[in-house]
């Protein structure tokens, strides 16, 4: 029997990595009289990753991300109006509407009966922002904003709620963080995938029994339903 269903949350409830982009092409064309677009997104990528473990993930830091690439490509001559453009890029990211992805509350409202457990990951404030502009935590037993997503931390939060990992479904749209943890921890993944996924969640898909790929979240109440009929 499936004991619990996970949700991941950004651009698997909700569009979010679209709007990174857009902020990362506003950014480049920023820094376009300073340095070639594809050494500004690239540079960016390093300074991001070199700094999760300062700031973790989320909008604040990929703002001070930005900030600090700027500087190290200009060698320090970017001025404070750009700067200050900078901010309002991100302040402009912290404060966009959400918007729910196709299927989203269809697929809630048939899995209505289940115990349902949202799992995100980031800015504590800033996820909380979302999850209370999206009107959908009321649908959620339990919601869980977790720093990183390592099958340490999902250990801890199926630990919380008394699931077993091998009664314990995740749905998301990376690889990396909702599928191939669960996995290690005996669990099923289910894959949503995104046109658009920022590469440091991207992962190989192993050849693994507890490995689904869906093309819709509305097709997951199936998906569950036919894995209970084959246990």
């Known amino acids: 029997m499936i004991e619990a269903i996970g949700l991941d949350a950004d651009d698997t409830l909700w569009e ?11 950014f480049v064309t920023l820094l376009a ?4 677009p594809e050494a500004v997104s690239g540079r960016l990528y390093d300074v991001e990753s070199a700094n999760l473990r300062r700031y973790g993930f989320g909008i604040k830091g990929f703002m001070l991300s930005m900030v600090e690439t700027a500087i190290e490509l200009t060698d320090g001559r970017i001025d404070g109006r750009a700067i200050g453009r900078i901010l309002e890029l991100g302040q402009d990211m912290l404060a966009h509407p959400v918007l ?3 299927g989203v509350e269809q697929a809630l409202d048939a899995l209505a009966s289940r115990r ?8 504590l404030i800033d996820q909380e922002r979302k999850i209370a502009a999206s009107d959908l935590a009321e649908r959620f037993e ?18 919380r709620h008394g699931i077993g990992a091998d009664a314990f479904v995740m749905a998301g749209n990376s690889m990396k963080s909702d599928i191939l943890p669960v996995l290690e921890l005996g669990g099923h ?15 190989e898909a192993p050849d693994h029994p507890r490995l689904h790929h869906l093309e819709a979240i509305a097709d997951l109440p199936d998906l569950v339903a036919r894995l209970e009929s084959g246990m």
Do not use: M, Q
């Open 142 to 159: 339990a919601v869980e904003i977790l720093a990183d997503k390592t099958p340490e931390a999902y250990a801890r939060v199926l630990g």
């Open 100 to 102: 729910l992805l196709d």
């Open 116 to 123: 349902l457990i949202l799992i995100t990951k980031g800015d």
């Open 189 to 203: 993944g289910v894959f949503l995938p995104r046109e658009v996924t920022w590469v440091a969640e991207r992962a």
């Open 16 to 26: 979010n990595e679209t709007f990174f982009r857009v902020t990362e092409s506003e």
């Open 33 to 36: 009289d300073h340095c070639d």
